[in-house]
Structure formats: C-alpha cells, structure tokens
C-alpha cells in the first residue's frame, strides 16, 4: 500500500493547469515543486517547434542537482480531451532522503489533480540521462521489447516448455478463466465507432454464454437518469456510457464501463464469465475508441445508476475534518439502591 503526504497544489497551480489543458493553449512545459508543504508552479514554456525539437531545449534546463521537480510536458498528439503530455519525475540520486521519500508520495496527487486523461505515458529518472530525449526513447524501445527475466524465471521457462504437449491427467486443464477473450460481435464493434464520434452515448453489451460472444444490445442517445430503468436487473450486463460534462470550472469527456450482476438469480457460470471477460473488454473498447475508460463501476443494483452517481463516482467527495468519536453518555440513574437484611 502506498501512502500519500497529503500535500496539495496551491490555488495558482491548479488554475494554470486549468489553461494549460485548455486546446487553445500555447503551453508546452510545466516546472512544478514542493515549496512550504505545497505543490507550486516553479517555472514554465511556451511550445516554439515540434515537440521532439523542443524537448532538450527545454527539459534539461529544468532538471537541477539535487532538487527534484516534476515536469509536465506537452506533446503533439490529441485525444479525446484534448493535448496528451508527458508526466516526468525527476528525482535525482543526491537529492535528500526526506526529500525523495516526499516526492515519492505526492506524485499521485499531482497527477489527479492535473487529471489523469491528459496524461499519455510517464517518464522517471534520478539523472538527466534518463529523462532527456534520448533517454525517453530508451524508455520507449524498453517498453515495447520482452522484460529481463531472473535466473528463476528462466528455468521456471524452461521447465514449462519442457512440459509443453504433456498431459498429466484426465482432469488436466490447459486453460483459466483469467483473462477470457471472447469474440466481440461486429455490431458491437460499429457501436464503439458510433460513441467515439459522438453519435451515441450509451451501448449496452450482453455476453452469450453458449456460443461464447459478447453482443450488442442497444447503442444510442439515452439521460444519464434514464440508466436506471434502462440497464436489465435480472441478468449481467455491460454498458457504456460517454458522458461529457463540467466540473469545478474544467470540462471533462469521461468514459463511463458499468459491469452489473444481480446478487442472485444468475448461473455461476454466468457470473464468471462476465467477471472473466471484462478486462479483454475494457482494452478492446479503449484501444477501438483511442480513450482511455475514465472509471469502472460495479454495482449488483443498475436502480442506483443515474447522472448524480457518475458525478461521484468520477469526482468523489473529499472529506476534509474527520468527526470526533463522541463518548457515549453514561446512564442517568443507577437505580434504586438494594436493602439487604442482617443475616444475625
């Protein structure tokens, strides 16, 4: 478990984040610090070329010894919400332990607080070669090639080629439910188009048990407080919902996947399927759309799901003063008091 310093961007840091997502915006980097046990803006740039030719210019001026920094910077691609930018923390390795140990733990604020839609891939480091260009394409060609394996997992390789073809029993299984991957019906596939380009905002998916398909149901234009009477209560569904909206003064463009299953009245097989299913969904749907699922929602009751629910579940109340455990009063009378007789 991660634990997070509870140190917050300042007013002027949050509105300039605020102009810097606006598409409009000239802005291709952003310094940010930890100063007085608060995230403030330290410096920024404007964008002067292509985002590859502005890099070093900018980046590598930023990154001083021994003070670590974040570093948002713009790239050149768009999605859905706007310009995608590069999250990069910079901590580098004489930097104090304290400090290290505070950065660590108030990255991922930072990032909510920028909004996490935006950002398109992240960068870390602890010297300027592993944060300059050339050390960001490294990173790329890293991702992108097979992992290292440990001497372990490498003779944990060799033994299950080993034992590829062999069957050790009658009951032998040679696969999980983990991860299922059923075909996604070709209609359903025209339904992810339709949300990209705005023509629906609502796609309800049901999964065919027998020949193992996931299917469209509907996909159109629905109220957000419609959800409730219009997603099945008897068996599993998945639905999509596309709900752009405005919020603390930003405008956001989330993508809502709400996977539900009543409590009871489902086949076990049913309810593994559907769990099994829906992270191969979820990627198929993200990578079709080119937008990445803003949150997941589970619920065994769709009569809760309306435009007020979303809101929270997207934006989640923060409660800042946590109530005083009061102690319980005592009894207002200990009742009549006992006569005894003398036993002489």
Partial sequence: MSHQSGIQGNASLLKFFSEARNPSSNIRLIKVVIENE????????????????DYDKLVTPCLVRGEPC????????????????????????????????????TRATLKKEFGGMHIK???SGTAPADVNLS????????????????????????????QTGVDIGVDTKHQTLQGVAFPISPDARTAFQELK???????LMSLDTVKETINLETARNVGLNDLSRLIPKDHGRYTLVRFPHNYEGDHFDSLVFIYTMPASGCSIKERMLYSSCKNQLIDTVETAINMPVSKRVETDDPTEINEAYLLDQLHPQIQLHQLKFQKPKGPTSRGNKRITKDAS
């Fill in 38 to 53: 608060e995230m403030t803006l330290k410096d920024h740039a404007k964008v002067h070329k292509s985002w590859e030719e």
């Fill in 197 to 203: 380009q705005g023509r629906v905002n609502y796609v």
């Fill in 135 to 162: 050390g960001y394409k490294r990173h790329k060609r890293a991702e992108t090639g097979p992992a290292p394996l440990t001497a372990a997992e490498e003779e944990l390789e060799q033994i299950k080629k080993a």
């Fill in 121 to 123: 891939e992240e960068l």
């Fill in 70 to 105: 974040y570093i948002f910077y713009r790239l050149d691609s768009k999605n859905a919400s706007g310009y995608e930018w590069l999250f990069i923390s910079f901590t580098p390795d004489d930097a104090p332990v304290r400090h290290k140990m505070l950065y660590a733990s």
